[in-house]
């Protein structure tokens, strides 16, 4: 028996059933879902979206630690020969200290604007000379951070002079490393004058 020519074989109708089901004739199709949304079908597994609680926003990281400091652009101060200094400290008696004291203060304040300055310095060295190395080594380790360095110095490395004064070697320790480290500070802003003054 043969098929007539105007009847085509078995052609599928067309699927008026939405993905929720059938939809009336004529209806428009359903809109499709917003970005993000879990589609018709799918589970949504409990997840929340990105910036949605559940993921709580990230803070933006702050500044490096030194971006709070300007960059000094003062003038540059001069490095001074280690035993010399000490030489000259048990040659005056312990005055130049307060020369030392006084000279390396107020180089460091006009190079960066900030710190005691040399009067500030010389008048605390005198009056309560106890806490002076303390304020040097923290100063010249300041100037190391402002330019994004781990400071070779710091308040904390005047515990060499006291209580380490007590091991007799320990004031010496404290002047070559904070002399050192401010030597190499200078040395490298490109200074290569070395004086006692």
Same mark, same amino acid.
């Given at each position: ?87 000259? #400290? ?7 200290? #307060? ?66 004064? #007590? ?31």
């Amino acid at each position: 028996m043969s098929t007539p020519d105007h009847e085509s074989p078995t052609s599928p109708l067309p699927d008026d059933r939405g993905a929720d089901g059938p939809q009336p004739q004529g209806a428009p199709p359903p809109a499709p879902p917003e970005y993000g949304q879990p589609e018709s079908g799918q589970q949504d597994h409990g997840q929340p979206e990105y910036g949605q609680q559940g993921y709580p926003a990230q803070p933006m990281p702050g500044p490096p630690p030194w971006a709070q400091y300007s960059q000094p652009t003062g003038a540059l101060g001069t490095m001074r020969p280690t035993g010399m200094i000490i030489l000259l #400290f048990f040659v005056t008696l312990g005055i130049w200290g #307060f020369v030392y004291y006084f000279q390396t203060h107020e180089e460091m304040k006009r190079h960066t604007g900030e710190g005691l300055g040399g009067i500030i310095a010389l008048l605390i060295a005198v009056i309560f000379g106890i806490v002076s190395p303390f304020l040097l080594s923290n100063e010249v380790g300041k100037l190391y951070e402002r330019r994004g360095q781990a400071p070779p110095v710091t308040a904390l490395t005047g515990l060499w002079f006291f209580p380490g004064i #007590f091991i007799l070697v320990g004031p010496f320790i404290w002047f070559v490393r904070t002399n050192n480290a401010l030597n190499e500070y200078w040395r490298s802003q490109g200074v290569t004058r070395t004086s006692l003054v």
